[in-house]
Structures are given as structure tokens and as C-alpha cells.
């Protein structure tokens, strides 16, 4: 019997293990405790894999079918007009005849009249948030800023008719057309409504989105170059132009092509004060059209075939033009963050 009981060398030395779990032999002969959690563990990172991969190959599916039904439903306008469509000026739907370029023109020109007005106010806008701007004023003006991207659309466009139209009317196109009239963008009966007051509240729409990411990208310009600046003997306006605006330019340039992608598809606040009339002119007193604001307009009016796949094709234009547009934009605002978070100034 005390052969018996003496144990083996190479024999594992054998312990109490608790209730539900398994032993199993270590390296060294002794036995490890393996919880049955670990196995619903690795089935749950496997399922919670599964659902995120879904979650993701989900909106490039959605992005994928927004293009095919664009694609196929805009092939009877396509093989009817082909490369024409885009140029030409005519649209006349008891006719059937039909031309997109009054549109594009209509959202090219209101589009960077809105930049020429945006860009340097939201410019300003950031550089004294991030340079000059008091800590107690810091918090509450970026707030109200960024507050203006949340107004829905169809509010800016009830603004416009009661308040900006008024006043382009009554004060701010007369004032033009008597002094800039020469130029021949400033001609025309001062109604007010027109592609001028299209540029003017798309402006007022795009200044958060741009003044937003150029005050992230100047936050992540590092602090070390503007006290080299100033210590080199520079003052605030050469440091801020030469050490901050200067290495965030590619940054800055990518909130503005993003502000140009929201000003090319906005559709409501345009559409109440453009004019809605598809003609090519060269004074910005004169109406117009967009691209979206003939598919809000019109769409829903559309009888014939060639008509509704008219308008579609429209549609596929303006999506292409705003995928590039937001593409090119995040290439370069990452060209200056690589990917860093932004830090505040202190």
C-alpha cells in the first residue's frame, strides 16, 4: 500500500479544483483551471466581428444602390441626348427636349459667389476662436457658430424671403447697380430675388462647416512655431499668417471644398429665393436654377419617360460632383492632421 500511494515523478500532483471549471496540466506538471466562460467568450467576439462587418458593408451596399438605380433609371435620358444633355440650354418638356446646362450654371455660379462671401468671414472667424479670442468667450462663440449648421434649410430660405430679400430690394442692389453696374454683374431690375440672394444665404449656410474645420486644423498647428515666430521679433499678424495660416492651408482648403460640396446640394433655402427660371445670365440680379432645385421642383411633375429619367440623370451629376468634391476635401484636411486630435492652445 505505501508503494502505492507514493506517487510518480512524472505523475501531475493532483489538487482540488472548483465546481465548473476544468483542469488541465500546465508546462510543469501542475493543473491550470480553465474557466467555460472563455468559450462563449470567443463566440461573442466572433458574433459582435460578424455585426460590425455588416454594419459597414451595409453603407457601401446603400452607397452601391444609390448609384445602380441613378445609373439604370437615367439610361433612357442618356441614350436620347447623350454628352448634349450637359450642354444644351434648352428645357422644354412638351417638347422633349431637354438640357442641363442653365442648371449647372445656375449651381456652379451660387455655389462660389457663396465661397467669395464665406471664405474670409469664416476664416476670421476661426483665427480669432483659436488666436485671439478670450478662454470665458472661447466655448460660447464656437458654440453659436457651429449652432448655425443646425438650422434646418427651409428656415434660412423663410429668413431670406422676409428679411435678406428686403433689403438686397430696397438698399443693397441699387447701391450695386449704381457703382458696379458697368461691369454687367450688377444689371437688371433690383427685385431682390435672384442668383445674388441665392450666394448670399448659401454663404450664411456654409460659414459653420468651414470656420469648424479650419479652427480644428489650426488647433493642431504646434505651439513651439508660433513662439518661434514671436520670438524671431515677429508680431501677432506675421506669426499667425506666416507659422499658423501657412502650415494649415491645406486644411483650410479642405473645409472649403467641403463647404462647396453642402453649397452644391442644398436645395430648400436656394429654391425659395433663385428665381427658379433656366436661363444663362451674366448679372447676378437675374433668377436661375440649380440642379437641385429643379429636381425639388419638378420631379414630382414629371409625366413623360424621358422626363423623370431627365431629372434623374441631373440627380446622378449632382451625386458624382459631391462625392469627388468630399473626397478631394478629407485627402487634405489629412494631409496637415495625419490623423493627430486636435489640442487646444493654451
Known amino acids: ?5 507514493r506517487r510518480r515523478p512524472d505523475m501531475p500532483s493532483l489538487r482540488p479544483v472548483e465546481a465548473g471549471k476544468m483542469v488541465a496540466p500546465t508546462a510543469g506538471g ?56 450637359f450642354l444644351g440650354r434648352d428645357w422644354d418638356p412638351v417638347s422633349v427636349a431637354f438640357g442641363a446646362l442653365p442648371f449647372i450654371y445656375g449651381t456652379l455660379v451660387s455655389s462660389f459667389l457663396a465661397l467669395i462671401i464665406a471664405v474670409p468671414l469664416s476664416i476670421g472667424v476661426a483665427v480669432f476662436t483659436t488666436e485671439m479670442c478670450p478662454k470665458v468667450l472661447r466655448g460660447p462663440l464656437s ?54 440672394a441665392a450666394g448670399i ?18 488647433m493642431v498647428v504646434p505651439r513651439h512655431q508660433r513662439e518661434a515666430a514671436l520670438a524671431l521679433g515677429a508680431t501677432r499678424w506675421e506669426m499667425i499668417r ?6 494649415a492651408r491645406a486644411g483650410i482648403m479642405g473645409g472649403i471644398i467641403l463647404g462647396l460640396g453642402r453649397a452644391l446640394g442644398e436645395t430648400m433655402a436656394v429654391t425659395m429665393v433663385i428665381g427658379n427660371r433656366p436661363e444663362i445670365a451674366k448679372s447676378l440680379f437675374a433668377p436661375g ?29 449632382l451625386f458624382l460632383v459631391t462625392i469627388v468634391v468630399n473626397a478631394l476635401a478629407r485627402l487634405l484636411v489629412w494631409t496637415v492632421t495625419r490623423g493627430q486630435p486636435s489640442r487646444a492652445n493654451a
Open 30 to 85: 501542475d493543473p491550470k483551471p480553465q474557466s467555460r466562460e472563455s468559450g462563449r467568450g470567443e463566440w461573442g467576439d466572433s458574433i459582435f466581428q460578424f455585426a460590425m462587418l455588416l454594419c459597414g458593408l451595409a453603407v457601401l451596399a446603400t452607397l452601391a444602390l444609390i448609384v445602380y438605380e441613378l445609373v439604370l433609371r437615367s439610361g433612357p435620358s442618356w441614350h436620347a441626348f447623350g454628352f448634349k444633355f
Open 143 to 196: 458654440f453659436f457658430v457651429e449652432l448655425l449648421a443646425a438650422i434646418p434649410s427651409v428656415v434660412y430660405g423663410l429668413w431670406a424671403i422676409f428679411v435678406l430679400v428686403p433689403i438686397l430690394s430696397n438698399y443693397v442692389e441699387p447701391f450695386l447697380g449704381n457703382t458696379l453696374g458697368w461691369t454687367g454683374l450688377f444689371t437688371g431690375a433690383p427685385y431682390g430675388i435672384g442668383m445674388l
Open 1 to 5: 500500500m505505501a508503494k502505492l500511494a
Open 289 to 317: 436654377y440649380t440642379m437641385a432645385s429643379v429636381l425639388a421642383n419638378e420631379f414630382s411633375e414629371a409625366t413623360g419617360d424621358v422626363y423623370l429619367s431627365a431629372l434623374i440623370e441631373i440627380g446622378l451629376a
Open 242 to 247: 506666416v507659422a499658423v495660416l501657412r502650415n
Open 201 to 218: 444665404i448659401l454663404a450664411i449656410m456654409i460659414i459653420p462647416i468651414i470656420s469648424s474645420i479650419t479652427r480644428e486644423v489650426l
